[in-house]
C-alpha cells in the first residue's frame, strides 16, 4: 500500500477532529475529537517509522497509546464529575471554571 494513502487518511482524521473540537459544544464530542487528532498523529508516526525503518517512531507511538489512555480516563472522569454537578455535558455552561470553583 503506497504510503502517501496514509497520510491523506491521517490528514483526513485529524481534519475531522479538528472540526470536531471547534463547531460543537458537547463535551463527549470534543473528547473524541481529541482522539481522532491523536490517533491520526499516531498513524503518521507509524508510517514515518516504516518509511524509515527505524523502529522509534513506533515506539514513540506506543508511549502515546499509553498517555492516550491516561488523557481517556482522566477526560472522562472530569466530564462525570462536571455532569454530576450541573447535569450539563456542554461546554458554554462551565465558562466561568477558569475564573471561579464550580457552583
Known sequence: MNPNMFFLLASVLFSIGLVGIVSRRNLFVVYLSIELMLSSI???LATLSKLSNDPS????ALIMIAVIAAEAALFLA???????LRRSVDSDDFKDLAQRGVK
Open 42 to 44: 499516531n498513524l503518521i
Open 78 to 84: 472530569i466530564i462525570i464529575h462536571l455532569n454530576r
Open 57 to 60: 517512531g513506533s515506539v514513540m
